[in-house]
């Protein structure tokens, strides 16, 4: 979609944003609508068209496929309760982690995705680093964006959130409040 959007940009033709207005347009050049570029460019646009339209139409079956694993997993469904996880993040953590008793504690299996700081300790002391980036990275980029939409959220709305996570936006830069709200989810997932 971004190279039919580029290409035609070059004529003069402009795409507005949006996956459905970019589709609505290469649908109309797979119709036959000719639009006032050169011959060339054109044949490139309806190849590209019906790569897009193919791609769609693939993905659009793979969320059916997945939503149907979804209704029919127990513990999917019950993770998709969860606020700042979805259908899509509840399906990879049900698939990923069959057997959570793999994990002692939840702050294991919050360690076990990235999401807790680096142990520093020495001497008795204890000191918390940065949090690495190891472990699931496609698991934790989920949680991620999970919280981050609970916090855009909380920004807008903030009577719809739990009040704990306003005091923590009040206190934390947004991405330290994220990342913070992804531990706690973590933990409560492994609980679940």
């Known amino acids: ?36 570029i050169p011959e060339e460019a054109a044949k490139v646009v309806l190849m590209l068209s019906q790569q897009a339209f193919d791609t769609h139409s693939r993905i659009q079956g793979i969320d059916r496929d997945l939503q149907r694993w979804h209704r029919s997993n127990e513990v999917s469904q019950r993770l998709a309760t969860i606020p700042g996880i ?20 939840g702050r294991e299996f919050a360690a076990w995705l990235g999401l807790t700081p680096r142990q520093n300790s020495s001497g008795g002391k204890e000191r918390l680093g940065r949090i690495p980036k190891m472990g699931d990275r496609y698991l934790r980029k989920l949680l991620l964006v999970g919280m981050m939409s609970l916090v855009r959220r909380a920004k807008s709305k903030p009577e719809s959130v739990d009040p704990r996570l306003i005091d923590l936006l009040a206190r934390k830069p947004v991405r330290l409040a994220a990342i913070a709200l992804a531990n706690k989810t973590a933990r409560i997932i492994w609980a679940i």
Do not use: C, W, Y
């Not at 979609?1 to 050049?29: C, H, Q, S, T, Y």
């Not at 979805?86 to 504690?105: C, E, K, M, W």
């Open 86 to 105: 979805g259908r899509i993040g509840a399906s990879a953590l049900a698939a990923s982690v069959t057997d959570p008793g793999q994990f002692r504690s």
């Open 1 to 36: 979609v971004n190279m039919i959007r580029g290409l035609l940009a070059e004529f003069g033709v402009d795409i507005p944003r949006g996956i459905e207005r970019a589709l609505l347009i290469a649908k109309r050049i797979l119709h036959g609508e000719a639009l006032e």
